[in-house]
């Protein structure tokens, strides 16, 4: 069994910042890419941000030079640094990890983190 859990969201004023983290845990044989989703009010789910795990990065353009992924694969986690937030940017954020365990490969979903940026 393999759990994807999130923690970091909050309520933020525009301009601020907030660090969300994503830690997988169980029977993980390999982790390959680690992504944040995101899911706005009445939008349909996002892709943000992703990472592989040669540590290559990519991310939509309305985030880029603001938002930063990284990982730590000794602790199978992945972070999503987020500055310079603004209204727009209010969503649940959702973590995805494409992992291996045994034979198989899937993708793995976290909970779900609320970022709300408001003043």
């Known amino acids: 069994q393999v759990q994807l859990v999130e923690s970091g969201g909050g309520l933020v004023q525009p301009g601020g910042s907030l660090r969300l983290s994503c830690a997988a845990s169980?029977?993980?044989?390999?982790?390959?890419?680690m992504s944040w989703y995101r899911q706005a009010p009445g939008k349909q789910r996002e892709l943000v941000t992703v990472?592989?795990?040669?540590?290559?990065?990519s991310y939509i353009d309305s985030v880029k030079g603001r938002f930063t992924i990284s990982r730590d694969s000794a602790k199978n986690t992945v972070y999503l640094q987020m500055n310079s937030l603004r209204p727009e940017d209010t969503a649940v954020y959702y973590c995805?990890?494409?992992?291996?365990?045994?034979?198989?490969?899937?993708?793995?979903w976290g909970q779900g983190t609320q970022v709300t940026v408001s003043s």
């Open positions: 995805n990890a494409r992992i291996r365990v045994g034979p198989t490969i899937n993708g793995y």
């Open positions: 169980g029977s993980i044989d390999r982790i390959y890419d």
């Open positions: 990472i592989v795990d040669g540590g290559t990065t």
